[in-house]
């Protein structure tokens, strides 16, 4: 049984999030604890909020883009050289990314992929490309490479 400091009671260790700042590995509030302080928050002050959370996710996808190029995010197709992160993206090496998310029961891409490669480790089978880059490979040919010839 563990303290909860936020409604001041003994609760089972399933009851409260983990965290590595602790030395017991558990949160000193319990989750529903945690979880009304976080919506008051969020209500109090809703603009600050979508800004933390659209600061955080950006960092989240430089982080695994820059992973994944080997240093500064740039698609990674030779005939294009886009450097701007919102034209940015990841793609499936092997052009299976749907046949991939269903065999992992993986329901959504896009800003959902990012926190879970991280998470993952970043493993192996995917690569930065741009949007024109990636929509163009699920057609058949880059249309860079396409108007290069």
Known sequence: MFYCN????SKPAEEFCRSQRRPSGLSYRCKACLNAKNRRTRNAK???????????RLKT???V???YCGG???CMCPHCDETILEFLTLDHVNNDGAAHRKELGWRKGGQALYPLL???GFPDGFQVLCFNCNCGRGRGVCPHVK???
């Not at 936020?6 to 009671?9: D, L, V």
């Not at 809703?46 to 955080?56: D, F, G, K, Q």
């Open 46 to 56: 809703p603009e600050a909020h979508r800004y933390n959370v659209a600061v955080s």
């Open 147 to 149: 108007h290069a010839a």
């Open 61 to 63: 996808k430089i982080e």
């Open 6 to 9: 936020g409604c001041k009671t």
């Open 72 to 74: 500064s995010p740039k």
């Open 118 to 120: 991280k998470k993952l």
């Open 65 to 67: 883009l820059t992973h």
